[in-house]
């Protein structure tokens, strides 16, 4: 393990192989059979994420069970190496053959390549099995320079590369760094903790920025229940996209966003790009610009994914629009992962190999309800840093280097991944833990159910009814005309009446039962769709009917 490419090479220089020499005659012609078998002997393979003989495929090569991506090019390079390294050979016949391995185009070389021996993790008919060492449920496994990191839930400790055994692992997920474990993953408190502080900073709200705050008002802002609640799922959720890990009940976006944020108003500088970046020095990171991120409605919407390779452990959407359609992500959170790119056949990684997804956003995308719900877990950034802007203060001019910085020595290093493997551990222990006073779904909520431009007036009115009215008078019972709650609202709130007719009311009162959290609409009628025509109740005698509707919450059965 660990071995490089020029010691694999130097290698096989002692025995002979059957395939090599690939070439003959006077000329050096290529046998192509010889050469294809040579590559393997070396080490090159079709990689299958899915099923099928007629299955995509990606050039790999397995260099003493470390893996790496390569392509037509890239493999060239490496028998014209070993072409270089062969002592035994004139230099005339080096000249001809590398001559030969240049002038071979890319096409020409793919269809040799196509003859590779095929491998998968899945052990697919008709492939070879590739072991790839993989974290599960209650692990996690880092490896960097000098071991691997092993996490559970009540343990972190080095171990040596031998933990790996026969199995396999991408030359991306190797991090490059000679890692210090403390104990009891504790930093000495001489060593700065430039990320963990960032962070506790970025999650702030309404704090005034000085230079001095790292030591004098350190904890200023940080004793509500909002912060430690927006801490909690910060830590749970970092530790979750660090893990390798896919676990079928909780599979869900990472989203970044700014709590002073709407759907109209973007909010940024707050130090969620930065975050998001950090995620990279952990694992093979794709970067997605959410900027050009087409809809699903564009037929090349298909492509938005085309970076991603099978060796990505995560994905980041950078910036996401608002007018996103998140529906069209659901089946990438939560299935398999689909990869298509102009010109080339879709590669679909599996549930359990693929890689997670995040993203940030400046805005307050659409979207509420269980099924948006279950697929996102949010992170609020405060305003701290924002505010550092408008002083022309820097994160560095608060925290005294830069995250990653030429002024980062090994120590910082060690510091930040401490402060990563401490998240880790959080997840493992916790889960994803969910902010519950989050203004995120808030807003989402009013957006749903009164407009982009609501204010929040009629939303804020329906949750105190149904907290209060709505119990005390039985209703979540007996139920309520739509006339009597239209009145109600009315009579409360003679200023909205204007806007918000009955017809329009009811609508909105419908879209509050089946979108805030734990509420529900007209339950009994369930069984006839999810619509609100679907769901009408008629309450009266035959002629004088009206319509009627009950609110529940989950709580009533308490």
């Known amino acids: 393990m660990g071995i490089g490419s020029d010691h694999f090479i130097e290698s096989l220089f002692m025995t002979k192989d059957v395939f090599y020499?690939?070439?003959?005659?006077?000329?050096?012609?290529?046998?192509?059979?010889?050469?294809t078998k040579f590559l393997a002997t070396i080490g090159f393979g079709r990689y299958q994420s899915s099923p099928g003989h007629s299955a995509s495929w990606t050039l790999f090569r397995n260099n003493r069970n470390i893996l790496q991506i390569h392509d037509a090019s890239s493999a060239k390079r490496v028998l014209s190496n070993y072409i270089?390294?062969?002592?035994?050979?004139?230099?005339?016949?080096?000249?001809?053959?590398?001559?030969?391995?240049?002038?071979?185009?890319?096409?020409?070389?793919?269809?040799?390549?196509?003859?590779?021996?095929a491998w998968s993790s899945e052990k697919y008919e008709g492939t070879q099995h590739l072991k790839i060492f993989m974290d599960n449920e209650k692990s996690c496994y880092l490896p960097f320079l000098n071991g691997v990191v092993a996490i559970d839930a009540d343990r972190i400790s080095l171990k040596p590369y031998d933990i790996l055994e026969d199995e396999c692992i991408w030359d991306t997920s190797r991090i490059n760094h000679k890692i210090t474990v403390f104990d009891n993953n504790k930093v000495p408190p001489q060593i700065d903790q430039t990320f963990r502080d960032f962070v506790h900073f970025a999650l702030k709200t309404d704090q005034t920025p000085n230079v001095g705050d790292l030591h004098?008002?350190?904890?200023?802002?940080?004793?509500?229940?909002?912060?430690?609640?927006?801490?909690?799922?910060?830590?749970?959720g970092y530790g979750y996209m660090i893990h390798n890990f896919n676990p079928a009940d909780e599979m869900k976006m990472v989203v970044f966003a700014d709590l002073e944020s709407s759907s109209s108003r973007a909010e940024g500088r707050n130090g969620k790009s930065l975050t998001m970046k950090t995620l990279e020095w952990y694992k093979?990171?794709?970067?997605?610009?959410?900027?050009?991120?087409?809809?699903?409605?564009?037929?090349?919407?298909?492509?938005?994914?085309?970076?991603?390779?099978?060796?990505?452990?995560?994905?980041?959407?950078?910036?996401?629009?608002?007018?996103?359609?998140?529906?069209?992500?659901?089946?990438?959170?939560?299935?398999?992962?689909?990869?298509?790119?102009?010109?080339?056949?879709k590669i679909i990684i599996p549930f359990d190999k693929k890689p997670k997804m995040c993203c940030n956003t400046n805005y307050v995308l659409s979207g509420a309800g269980a099924s948006y719900e279950g697929?996102?877990?949010?992170?609020?950034?405060?305003?701290?840093?924002n505010r550092c802007e408008h002083k022309h203060l820097k994160p560095k001019d608060i925290l005294g280097k830069k995250i990653g910085g030429k002024d980062f020595g090994p120590e910082d290093w060690d510091a930040f991944y401490s402060y990563?493997?401490?998240?880790?551990?959080?997840?493992?222990?916790?889960?994803?833990?969910?902010?519950?006073?989050?203004?995120?779904?808030?807003?989402?909520?009013?957006?749903?159910?009164?407009?982009?431009?609501?204010?929040g007036e009629l939303v804020d009115w329906l949750e105190n009814w149904c907290k209060t009215t709505r119990i005390s008078g039985n209703y979540n019972i007996d139920g309520i005309s739509e006339d009597d709650?239209?009145?109600?609202?009315?009579?409360?709130?003679?200023?909205?009446?204007?806007?918000?007719?009955?017809?329009?009311?009811?609508?909105?009162?419908?879209?509050?039962?089946?979108?805030?959290?734990?509420?529900?609409?007209?339950?009994?009628?369930?069984?006839?769709?999810?619509?609100?025509?679907?769901?009408?109740?008629?309450?009266?005698?035959?002629?004088?009917?009206?319509?009627?509707?009950?609110?529940?919450?989950?709580?009533?059965?308490?």
């Open 21 to 35: 020499p690939f070439w003959y005659g006077d000329k050096c012609s290529i046998n192509t059979t010889k050469l």
């Open 84 to 117: 270089e390294k062969d002592k035994s050979l004139t230099d005339e016949i080096k000249d001809a053959i590398l001559d030969k391995i240049i002038r071979t185009t890319s096409s020409t070389f793919n269809t040799y390549l196509s003859h590779l021996p």
């Open 216 to 236: 004098k008002k350190y904890d200023d802002g940080t004793a509500s229940k909002t912060y430690q609640e927006t801490k909690n799922a910060f830590e749970t």
């Open 284 to 345: 093979k990171t794709t970067f997605v610009d959410g900027k050009m991120f087409r809809k699903s409605l564009n037929d090349s919407a298909r492509f938005n994914f085309s970076s991603v390779t099978v060796d990505s452990r995560l994905v980041v959407i950078n910036d996401l629009n608002p007018d996103l359609d998140l529906t069209q992500l659901f089946s990438q959170i939560t299935d398999d992962f689909t990869i298509e790119g102009k010109g080339t056949n």
């Open 375 to 385: 697929r996102q877990h949010i992170v609020e950034f405060g305003n701290y840093f």
């Open 420 to 455: 990563g493997f401490h998240c880790i551990q959080r997840y493992l222990k916790e889960g994803l833990v969910r902010a519950q006073n989050s203004s995120y779904q808030k807003k989402n909520l009013i957006q749903v159910v009164e407009g982009e431009s609501g204010t």
């Open 485 to 558: 709650i239209y009145y109600q609202f009315v009579s409360d709130n003679p200023e909205l009446a204007p806007f918000w007719n009955k017809g329009n009311f009811n609508t909105a009162v419908y879209e509050f039962a089946t979108n805030a959290d734990g509420f529900d609409y007209n339950p009994h009628n369930s069984s006839k769709g999810n619509t609100k025509s679907k769901r009408k109740w008629r309450k009266g005698p035959q002629g004088a009917q009206v319509y009627f509707v009950k609110i529940t919450h989950t709580d009533d059965l308490k």
